[in-house]
Structures are given as structure tokens and as C-alpha cells.
């Protein structure tokens, strides 16, 4: 179960748009992640180079949390909040719920369910 303290510098950390270094730093060597019924990726350098991929693509994520943050045990859901902004200054709006379930004060789940119609304009 994660302390309070590491949740809200989590949650801080991704909102201020350093993904990347929240996944270094707050999720296990081996976790996973699932966008809904799609592949388990594994490994948190997987993780981090998928991120920091996705990154470079845009101009500009903002990121926003919708409270509440649901925390039960070793289980977080957090409604994110996702604006891409494309190298034309177009937006592309996701939201998305993220299931998480935490080892001691770090991620070894986690699945992300969104409606994926949300993509169109990504690319």
C-alpha cells in the first residue's frame, strides 16, 4: 500500500508532465502495464521507453487529475485527464481511468481504461 506522501508526489510529478521520470521512479523494475484488453507490457525500462517515445511526439502534454483519488489497500484509481498537443497546435483530449496496484510505495500493476475513439488525431 502506498503512503500518502508517495501517492501525492506521484500524482504531483506526472501532473507537472515528467511522466517519464514518475514511471523511473515510482513503479517496480517489474510491473506491467495494460491499455484495456490489450498486451501486458512488462518492465518498467520498457515502460519509460514507451513513454518518453510518446512524448516526443507532441509539443506539450498537460495533465490533470479528477478528484477524488481511490485508495483501498493496495489499490489506486485515478481519472487522468490527458491534453496532446501535436506539433500543429491541434489538442487531442483523452481520459482515462488508470487501476493500479501498488507494492509497498511502488506500481506493480496497472491497466488504463479509456475509449480508444479518443486516439483519433494522434497520429
Known amino acids: 500500500m502506498p503512503d500518502k506522501k ?9 501532473v507537472s508532465g515528467k511522466h517519464d521520470l514518475a514511471i523511473e521512479q515510482f513503479y517496480a523494475e517489474d510491473s506491467t502495464m495494460q ?10 525500462g520498457n515502460h519509460v521507453a514507451r513513454e518518453r517515445a510518446t ?12 478528484p477524488p483519488v481511490f485508495a483501498s489497500g493496495d489499490f489506486v ?3 487522468w485527464i490527458f491534453e496532446f498537443v501535436r506539433p500543429d497546435d ?3 483530449r483523452i481520459e482515462e481511468l488508470a487501476h ?3 507494492a509497498g510505495n511502488k ?6 481504461y479509456y475509449d480508444p475513439k479518443q486516439l483519433a488525431g494522434m497520429a
Not at 508517495?6 to 506526472?14: I, Q, Y
Not at 512524448?55 to 479528477?66: D, I, N, P, Y
Not at 506500481?107 to 488504463?112: G, H, P, V, Y
Open 90 to 92: 491541434g489538442v487531442v
Open 35 to 44: 491499455e484495456n484488453l490489450g498486451e501486458i507490457r512488462r518492465g518498467r
Open 6 to 14: 508517495t501517492l501525492d508526489d506521484f500524482l504531483a510529478m506526472v
Open 55 to 66: 512524448l516526443q511526439r507532441f509539443k506539450e502534454v498537460r495533465t490533470t487529475v479528477v
Open 100 to 102: 493500479q496496484r501498488w
Open 107 to 112: 506500481i506493480a500493476e496497472e491497466r488504463f
Open 77 to 79: 484509481v485515478i481519472h
